[in-house]
């Protein structure tokens, strides 16, 4: 669950936290706590009063365990007759009960006297332990109004048993494994008020119904993410029972939902006569416009109008008419001028658009009161699941605002037994906490394991009354389910009964003295807790004191003596030496002192130790006169001078032993630094000596696989070179053995290869040649130049054709020439062996030839010899 920290000053610490388990949302600005527990503490930090808040009254029933619900529930009696003083006064303007004490009772009458005393002193431990700055806190981190005022009421909020307290933290743990969208709260669903005017039979305007709709979509929208986290696989039982009471009836789902868009009008697509009815408004609005222009553009007013324009009154369109020409203008009359020269009438041409639009309008208002009639009778139906939905809602606000305020301590949540143990391994006030961030000491501290009491000393201001403080919050805050900084795997035990006599005791009964008010609330705490066992919590500040020291030693001794019979679980902060002492022999107690280390107190805890008050040297650290510390040391007895004495000494030694060992832990740390920078660099060297032993072991393997790759290689290569060449050779002699060739190759290998030219096949060849060769047929040696005509002799399509010489291509080992030849009247070229060719002449020659031969004179021959 996320939020961002609240950005009004009084829901956060002045210093923040240095680290949030998760961001959140801000909640909106709550109404500061009404203090009716009693006035705020003097450390409590939050913005002005504002106007209280009843205080919740629990169910009839409801069982309140302990002096706190007892307290809570008590019925203001009746004071005694008598004059109130100066101080009375006081109390009561602050609205705050005053309690007189007779100097004489019965013992009826004491017994009556402590049942209503114990309501104030109830209020007045919350006050001292800061409850009440705590719980303002857990306010500020409410987002639903009824959240926040469940935080007024103590009585609620605190569980009355330990299971009861265990499931507070159940519900925290569960929220813990939920994402942001999971449980989404942005609004105070403050709808309670709505719901009451419903029941009480009004009909709620829009906006209510706008906003009691808008919160029952947050509900829905809260169970609904609730439901889909459970579905994921998320463990959340309890949350899962909290949501199932959100359940609504379907009048007022079908009702509400859907019934308003995000400006908070009523919703388009659920009512869409609306729309209708208002477009029609708007069409008629636009027709009166359109026919007022006209009438302004036509002139057929201008002499009688008092001023140009019109004028919209009351949403009918009107023009401002003299009033000496009303008669001339007709029509309504809407209203004139104080000074009654101008009227305001509404043209005739306009009166019937004008009656459609009020008629209009008129149906339009009806049919919206039917509609909000209508989602007001629902609610009114549905009021008490409505305020079922609305509580569920606000218990898991509640929850989440214990959640937020435990990051905000950096909290855990403790284990909750019924034993009277706490236990903190990292205990922090939760009040300091929040107001200076995580700059706050830590203690450990165990109450109820092995010792019953515990037993404060040590300097003043040096923390002891925060240490009591830390325990009774400690024990409050477990009964409202808030996780506590107390470290992790932290117990802490459910108290019914948490009391603390602290401060000034005159503030629960005023007419008594300061000692005597200390006695009174002894007399009701020895009476609270008497059959309360070991779930109850007392705890005494400054125990012994405001009397004769030796007396009031011994009735403090016996009160703790007493309370420690009981059962009850003690802590006590004391200057005594007589009750330091009797700490130390009791073996239900534990003495702890507050630590006081070079004339200051450093607010550390230590136990099985016995602090002193140090009151001169805090008088002198104060910055006292210092003839007067030196004057009130001469008063002291000899023995206290040479016990001051023997402090000072013990602490000039104890600074001349911290700074031999502060020397010492620096010149180890320098010893420590130049070690482990030696051993730093001897690592660093043997790495690196390491690393190129890895990489020349690396480069050798590397050379020997390069090595034995390359020998692969070109014996792969070479087999392949070999392979090709003998394919060569054997080609060579099928070459060569053929009968055109005039070469033989002789050998075996390709070391022995030689090639000689072969005379008996020359010989063979040219006379084959010479015997196939075409009668007229050209040799192959015959030289034949471009241009010359030639005939075609081979045995072809193309016998007999003549054609010239385009292309010739000599021939190799003795082969015949090729020749291209182009072809007369074929138009087209073809190619042929040399040897396949004939000379002939050219065209043109043979027609010379002809001519010349034609020219020849004829011999006649004489056929008269010729018998026939």
């Known amino acids: 669950l996320s939020r961002p920290l609240p950005p009004w000053s009084c829901h956060h610490a002045s210093a923040a936290p240095a680290a949030l388990l998760r961001h959140r949302a801000a909640p909106p600005a709550a109404v500061p706590l009404p203090l009716h527990m009693g006035a705020a503490s003097s450390s409590s930090a939050g913005p002005p009063p504002a106007a209280p808040l009843a205080r919740a009254v629990p169910p009839k029933g409801a069982a309140i365990s302990g002096i706190l619900g007892a307290s809570l529930l008590c019925s203001a009696a009746s004071l005694r007759a008598g004059t109130l003083g100066a101080r009375q006064q006081r109390r009561l303007q602050r609205g705050r009960k005053v309690w007189k004490v007779a100097a004489a009772a019965t013992d009826d009458e004491v017994d009556a006297q402590d049942a209503q005393l114990a309501e104030s002193l109830a209020q007045r431990t919350l006050e001292a332990l800061d409850f009440d700055f705590v719980i303002q806190k857990l306010r500020g981190n409410c987002y639903t109004k009824m959240a926040q005022e469940m935080c007024g009421n103590y009585a609620n909020l605190m569980a009355n048993t330990a299971e009861e307290a265990r499931e507070l933290y159940r519900e925290v743990q569960e929220l813990t494994l939920l994402e942001d969208d999971d449980v989404s709260l942005a609004e105070p669903l403050d709808i309670v008020g709505p719901i009451e005017e419903a029941k009480r039979g009004a009909v709620l305007e829009q906006p ?50 859907g019934s308003f868009d995000e400006a908070g009008e009523l919703s388009d697509k659920k009512y869409p006569e609306i729309v209708l009815m208002r477009r029609r408004i708007e069409e008629i609005e636009r027709e009166g416009l359109a026919k007022m222009r006209e009438i302004l553009s036509s002139g057929r007013y201008r002499k009688m109008m008092a001023d140009d324009g019109y004028v919209q009154y009351g949403g009918t369109l009107t023009l401002a008419i003299k009033a000496s020409e009303i008669g001339k203008v007709g029509g309504n009359v809407i209203d004139e001028s104080r000074s009654g020269k101008m009227v305001y009438v509404e043209p005739p041409e306009l009166a019937g658009n004008g009656a459609e639009l009020k008629a209009t309008q008129t149906e339009l208002k009806f049919k919206i ?136 005791m005159q503030t629960i009964v005023d007419d008594l003295s300061t000692y005597s008010a200390h006695l009174v609330a002894a007399r009701i705490i020895l009476r609270q807790t008497r059959d309360a066992g070991v779930g109850a919590l007392v705890m005494m500040d400054e125990a012994g004191t405001g009397t004769d020291p030796q007396q009031g030693a011994a009735i403090a001794r016996a009160t703790m003596e007493t309370l420690l019979d009981y059962g009850t679980r003690l802590v006590a902060t004391t200057h005594s030496l007589a009750l330091k002492n009797w700490g130390m022999e009791d073996a239900r107690t534990d003495v702890s002192a507050m630590e006081y280390k070079e004339g200051k107190p450093t607010f550390r805890l230590v136990r099985n130790a016995i602090g002193e008050s140090h009151a001169i040297e805090t008088a002198r650290r104060l910055r006292l006169p210092q003839a007067l510390v030196d004057r009130a040391e001469s008063l002291l007895g000899e023995d206290q001078r040479s016990l001051l004495a023997l402090q000072r000494r013990a602490e000039d030694l104890e600074r001349e032993l911290v700074e031999k060992v502060r020397r010492a832990e620096e010149r180890e740390v320098k010893a420590r630094e130049v070690e ?151 138009s087209r070229i073809e190619e042929f062996k040399q040897t396949e060719l004939g000379k002939t002449i050219s065209p043109r020659q043979a027609e010379t030839l002809a001519a010349k031969e034609a020219a020849k004179p004829k011999k006649h021959r004489d056929l008269s010899k010729w018998a026939f």
């Open 676 to 826: 482990l920078k030696a051993r730093t660099q001897s690592e660093e060297c043997a790495a690196k000596q390491e690393h190129l032993s890895t990489v020349e072991r690396g480069l050798v393997m590397r050379q020997e696989r390069m090595h034995e790759q390359f020998e692969m290689e070109t014996k792969a290569l070479r087999q392949v070179q070999v392979a090709k060449l003998n394919k060569i050779v054997q080609e060579l002699k099928s070459a060569s053995n053929g009968e055109q060739s005039c070469f033989k190759v002789v050998g075996d290998s390709i070391e022995d290869l030689k090639l000689e030219k072969d005379f008996d096949a020359v010989a063979k060849l040219k006379k084959k040649r010479e015997s196939e060769a075409l009668p007229g047929a050209l040799s192959a040696n015959e030289p034949l130049n471009m241009g010359e005509w030639v005939m075609v002799l081979a045995s072809s399509p193309w016998y007999g054709f003549k054609g010239s010489v385009s292309r010739v291509i000599p021939g190799t080992g003795g082969q015949a020439a090729r020749v291209s030849v182009s072809l007369q009247g074929a």
């Open 369 to 504: 009161r039917r509609i909000l009639g209508q989602m007001s009778l629902a609610i009114t139906h549905a009021a008490e699941p409505m305020m079922v939905c609305l509580k569920a809602c606000a218990r898991i606000d509640l929850a989440r605002a214990r959640l937020f305020l435990g990051e905000d301590m950096e909290g855990d949540i403790p284990e909750v037994g019924e034993e009277g143990v706490i236990v903190a391994r990292r205990a922090r006030n939760p009040c300091l906490l929040l107001r200076r961030g995580n700059r706050v000491v830590g203690y450990r501290l165990e109450l109820g394991t092995w010792c019953q009491g515990l037993i404060l000393s040590g300097p003043n201001a040096g923390g002891k009354t925060v240490v009591l403080k830390t325990l009774g919050l400690f024990a409050l805050l477990a009964r409202c389910g808030i996780p506590v900084p107390a470290g992790e795997n932290a117990r802490v035990d459910f108290f019914s009964i948490v009391l603390a006599e602290v401060g000034d």
């Open 208 to 257: 209510q119904l706008a906003q009691v709709a808008r919160a029952i979509e947050l509900m829905l929208k809260m169970r609904t993410g609730l439901v889909n986290a459970s579905e994921r696989g998320v463990a959340i039982p309890h949350l899962l029972d909290i949501s199932g009471e959100m359940d609504l009836p379907e009048e007022i789902l079908d009702a509400l939902l």
